[in-house]
């Protein structure tokens, strides 16, 4: 099952990737021809627009099954083992409570704008709004799973509660550990030869 989970977010990362290539293309080949021949593709706009929603909410989804959303464990992580349970379970439960909103809002301007289309592509609004229907149902399902999780592995609570750093930050480590080992006439050295 988790494999067939992995497999899924991989394909979802693809999807975000192409989707964000044809938005880079769609503005750029509409930056070009308006420069160079005074005119543009008047769909290439909005559909760069739809396009870098899509991107942006279904990123979201992703950024959720993988823990990479911004936040901050400086708290969490230095409390005990069942409180950070607790802390983890509640933020849990609040990011539910708001994709329930979300999926509350987007449902709302699903019904609003059933008749409306888009000016230049005639896409129903109701399609586009739709994505936050999806995003928030995913989410919240997400949100879901990790609370069970936590609840049978509660022995995995500290990984669950850092947030996942990035890989410049793994590099800054290790280049602190790197001149940490080098003693202070070495390390003037090595600046002299930079410096020549």
Not at 3 to 24: E, N, S
Not at 61 to 66: D, F, G, Y
Not at 101 to 119: D, E, F, P, Y
Not at 183 to 191: A, C, G, Q, R, V
């Amino acid at each position: 099952m988790q494999k067939a989970i992995d497999k899924l977010f991989k394909g979802i990362d693809y999807l975000t990737g192409i989707l964000t290539g044809c938005m880079v293309l769609f503005v750029f080949l509409n930056v070009i021809l308006r420069m160079v021949f005074n005119s543009g593709l008047t769909w290439s706009e909005e559909v760069s627009r739809y396009l870098f929603v899509f991107v942006t909410y279904i990123g979201g989804i992703s950024a959720m099954h993988s823990n990479g959303h911004f936040g901050v464990d400086t708290l969490v992580s230095r409390v005990k083992p069942k409180l950070q349970l607790v802390f983890y379970i509640t933020s849990q439960v609040i990011i539910t409570m708001i994709m329930g909103i979300l999926i509350k809002g987007s449902l709302k301007m699903v019904v609003q704008s059933k008749a409306s289309v888009t000016a230049a592509l005639g896409i129903p609004y109701s399609f586009l709004y739709g994505v936050g229907i999806l995003t928030g149902a995913a989410i919240a399902l997400i949100a879901v799973m990790h609370i069970v999780y936590a609840i049978k592995h509660k022995d995995q609570i500290g990984k669950l509660v850092s947030m996942s750093e990035s890989e410049d930050d793994e590099l800054i480590k290790e280049a602190i550990e790197e001149t940490a080992a080098v003693s202070d006439e070495e390390y003037i050295k090595n600046l002299d030869k930079g410096g020549e």
